[in-house]
C-alpha cells in the first residue's frame, strides 16, 4: 500500500500563488508517475497534471499551461503543483495520484490508471 497526504491548500486571492505538495510513504519502491487531479463543486474530477518517474515529461491541462507547474524530489518520495497566476476557476479540491509502471518516461492522464489516491488539500481563488 501507499499512502499519499497532500498540504498547501488554502485561500488566496485571485493572481496570487500557492505551492501544493504531495508525500508518498508505504510501499514507495518502483517507478511510478505522479499526476495531479481537481474537483470543483458539482463537477467531475479532472486530469491537472502530471510529471514521469524520470521527471524528465510532463503533461497539462490546456487551461492550466504556462501557469502550473509540476515536479518531483524522487529522494523525498514528494511531487509539487506550484501555482501562479491562480484564478477564481482553479477553485477546487486538489488531489494527488500515483500510478505504477514500467517505463520511467512514460506519463499518465486518465484517472482510471492511478493506483493510489490522495484525500485532498482544497484551494480557494477569490475574486
Known amino acids: 500500500q501507499v499512502q499519499l497526504v497532500e498540504s498547501g491548500g488554502g485561500l488566496v486571492q485571485a493572481g496570487g500563488s500557492l505551492r501544493l505538495s504531495c508525500a508518498a510513504s508505504?510501499?514507495?519502491?518502483?517507478?511510478?508517475?505522479m499526476g495531479w487531479f481537481r474537483q470543483a463543486p458539482g463537477k467531475e474530477r479532472d486530469f491537472v497534471a502530471a510529471?514521469?518517474?524520470?521527471?524528465?515529461?510532463?503533461y497539462y491541462v490546456d487551461s492550466v499551461k504556462g501557469r502550473f507547474t509540476i515536479s518531483r524530489n524522487n529522494g523525498k518520495n514528494t511531487v509539487y503543483l506550484h501555482m501562479n497566476s491562480l484564478k477564481p476557476e482553479d477553485t477546487a479540491v486538489y488531489y494527488c495520484a500515483a500510478d505504477f509502471v514500467d517505463n520511467p518516461r512514460v506519463v499518465t492522464t486518465l484517472g482510471s490508471e492511478y493506483d493510489y489516491w490522495g484525500q485532498g488539500t482544497q484551494v480557494t481563488v477569490s475574486s
Open positions: 508505504g510501499r514507495t519502491f518502483g517507478t511510478y508517475v
Open positions: 510529471i514521469s518517474w524520470s521527471g524528465g515529461n510532463t
